[in-house]
């Protein structure tokens, strides 16, 4: 049995599993394996999840998938048939194409079924989310006593001209005089990083709350809980 996630790029894959290796690892234990399926980029993804997600969920009925693209950009499809504002304009999306390529390939009275075993959300707006939300950590990859949280509390509520990626460039170019290294820095921030760290901060708020609604949802299918 595996959950299989479509996400856009490989820096999605390298952080997810540093974050997630303890989980992993009890997962295998129930029988479970954690998957990739890289996509490449925004525009693929959307043309592909459909396709790509009933592949998945055909291939084994008790399998599962995530559809986990960046929430950012968006504007960019406005005037497309992948046009989305939000977070839930962009899981019905991912829903709708999905639907339309599993009732092309199982049975009608089979589409529910298939359909309950994929769950659509995104990274809002996108994979730095997890880097503010895990600011201790940013804090020391930067090597700093203190860090400036000029960013949205929880860290998913950031916008479209600011989305979290910008804000962690922002700070490595300030304080480190370099680039942000999506793939190294990622990694090294999240490999010491407890799920619960990034889910909740200091004072028990919630950071993610969609990023935990699909741990949640993966629990609930697989019995083995994330935190």
Known sequence: MKVWFLVEGRSDTVALSALWSDWKKKLEEHGWGLRFVILENKPKYLRKVGVRTTEKLQND???LVIGLPDLYPNKNFRNTEFSHRNLLDLQNLQIRLVRQEVKKRVRSKEVESCLSRFYASAMKFDLEMLILAAHSHLQERLG????????RVPPEDQNQNKPPK??????????????????TDCQAILSNTDILEVLYDENNRMQCPAFCAMLDWIGSKTGVTAY
């Open 61 to 63: 009925n008790k399998d």
């Open 166 to 183: 910008k804000i962690v460039q922002q700070l490595f170019m300030a304080k480190l005089k370099r680039s942000y290294r999506e793939i």
């Open 144 to 151: 700093l006593r203190s860090l400036p949280k000029n960013w």
